[in-house]
């Protein structure tokens, strides 16, 4: 029971086997089980970005940066038991990251103080980032229910299946010392996140299983969130000669208000309900060491895709919706210890916050190499290339980036 508790302690374990199978440390007092595992990353990353506007270069930079990849660092403390005949297991998780903002050995980042210095945000850089913190019971009988945080549903299974989860990918973030790199995110996928949750799952029926729940609702627009989000999801695996796994997703969220916080549900400003909903599809499947991944998505109101932050920038404050779209597509293949992956991606949005007719698009593409030095630490390179088309300034940008270094799992 608690090896396969464990096994759904989401993102990190299936890393781990990723990585090449690196066992928790576990304790057993009585009919408790606290297991123990973790991850620590840190890479080299070089990069140069270009921007044009109406054909014309207008800049170019480069840099180079020691952080993070698109995971932080990692501890898990899971528990787990068997009371009856329920499985319980709570789960906390901590993220630090491995970077300050000080340009100052010894000084440490100036608290209350964001990237760019602005007052009374929070700073970006050396957070503890409490990404798991929740409890759950059920059986194989009739499911799971679980309430705290946790990874969202809509858009896990994508960023669980990119191969820069092991590493850095590119993008605009990937030259600033941030907790973590973007990987992928924006460039063919949005970011699920880790979100206050009460999710129910249903059992394994051959392959088949299901996950539906209400999550925090976000006031995207306005702040009248009197219903919560919710969020679903449909996986079906397969085993055999060529395993794998499709699956469907949804996301939506109504707000009472589209007009932002020049609404107040009164007089000349009524209150005007808005909706923000996606919905996704995806495939992979592998054949000896090959492996390829397929997915799309779709929102409407959901958010700037481009960011890859779910509910940023779904409107433009006056009930118009910004549309979004996306396609991921990906390729890996294993000889011996070593994996060689390629992928592509593209979002764009149009409308909404960009204006009407305006659209921005992202797309880049990742060559990656992931070699498992043993159980524990895999060394990885990657060379990401990232354009982005802004047509409301005429404006291109081109951003190449190369990583090097090593994550580790215990």
């Not at 787990?80 to 998780?93: E, N, P, R, V, Y």
């Not at 925090?216 to 079906?236: I, R, W």
Request: a neutral charge; charged letters at 15%; glycine letters at 14%.
């Amino acid at each position: 029971m608690k090896k396969s508790l464990l096994a759904q302690a989401v993102a990190l374990t299936c890393l781990a086997a990723a990585a090449g199978g690196a066992q928790a440390v576990s304790f057993t007092q009585n009919d408790v089980t606290v297991d123990i595992n973790g991850t620590i990353n840190g890479f080299y990353v070089n990069r140069e970005s270009k921007t044009s506007v109406a054909g014309t270069q207008t800049s170019k930079t480069q840099n180079s940066e020691l952080t993070n990849g698109l995971l932080p660092g990692w501890i898990n403390f899971v528990v787990t038991t068997k009371q009856g005949d329920q499985d319980i297991k709570a789960h906390f998780s901590f993220a630090p990251g491995i970077n300050d903002s000080s340009s100052v050995i010894g000084l440490p980042s100036t608290v209350g103080t964001g990237a760019g210095g602005i007052p009374g945000k929070s700073s970006p850089y050396s957070q503890i980032d409490v990404r798991q913190v929740y409890f759950q019971f059920g059986n194989n009988d009739w499911g799971t229910i679980k309430f705290g945080r946790d990874i969202g549903l809509f858009g896990q299974n994508i960023i669980l299946s990119d191969m820069t989860l092991l590493g850095v990918g590119g993008t605009s973030n990937a030259g600033i010392p941030f907790n973590t790199t973007f990987g992928m995110i924006a460039h063919g996928y949005m970011y699920t996140g880790f979100q206050a949750q009460i999710t129910y799952t249903t059992p394994n029926y051959n392959g088949l299983q299901a996950a539906a729940g209400i999550f925090q609702p976000s006031s995207f627009a306005g702040d009248q969130t009197k219903t919560p989000g919710f969020q679903a999801k449909v996986d079906y695996d397969w085993k055999g000669a060529a395993p794998g796994k499709v699956w469907g997703g949804l996301v939506t969220q109504s707000t009472s208000c589209s007009s932002g916080s020049t609404c107040d549900g009164v007089g000349a400003n009524p209150a005007k309900s808005f909706t923000a909903t996606g919905f996704e599809l995806g495939a992979k499947a592998g054949m000896n060491n090959f492996e390829a991944v397929a997915y799309t998505f779709t929102g409407k109101g959901l958010g700037l895709s481009t960011v890859g932050a779910q509910f940023f920038g779904g409107s433009d404050g006056l009930g118009n919706k910004t549309d979004s779209k996306g396609y991921f597509l990906q390729g890996t293949y294993k000889l011996d210890k070593t994996k060689f992956g390629i992928n592509f991606g593209q979002n764009k949005d149009t409308d909404g916050i960009l204006g009407a007719g305006n659209e921005r698009k992202n797309k880049a593409y990742t060559l990656g190499v992931y070699h498992s030095l043993n159980k524990f630490v895999t060394l990885v390179g990657e060379l990401n290339q990232e354009k982005i088309d802004i047509s409301a300034s005429d404006t291109e940008i081109k951003n190449r980036t190369l990583s090097a270094g090593a994550i580790m799992f215990f």
